[in-house]
């Protein structure tokens, strides 16, 4: 009986190790480093997430979602906007979202800070923008940048420049 039990936690012990040593690779490559400055105070930002979607101009295409954040994100609310927005309204993560499309333009932004109240920043402008270094359906990296000062329908200006690579996953 005893024998059994060692053996099934041995098993659960191993398979977690194989799938965090899968993951690993993934994890190792995503990476960010710049700020997003909102009302004159910049904050770190350290985390990027990206993800496939369909395309919003072109069904047959893919849009990447970029996802850059001064901390962690529960893998839930990378994808839930509900749940991501819940995160900024109480001050717990400050993020920059863009959706690229596969012609490399930025499509749609959301500047997530508590600043701009429940609304966030959004939407669509050539002020912003992402510079890409590698974008093959697999990796993502450049930089994500506004290309000046920028001020919210609150008037509360914004600006930001952070530099990243991620993996994209796949579509849902």
Known sequence: MREKIVCKHAVKI???????????????????????????????????????????????????VVLLCDGAVPAPAVRDVFAYKDLIATGKVHCVRQTIDADKQVINFDVGHQRFGSMGENGGSTEHVFEAQTFDGKTIAGRARTKGPQKSFKDVPYTYDITFSAAIEPKK
């Open 14 to 64: 191993l398979v977690l190790g194989l799938a965090a040593w899968w993951m690993l690779p993934a994890a190792a490559q995503n990476r960010a480093e710049g700020k997003l400055d909102v009302d004159g105070k910049p904050v770190a930002i350290t985390q990027v997430y990206a993800y496939a979607k369909e395309g919003f101009f072109d069904k047959k295409k893919q849009d990447v």
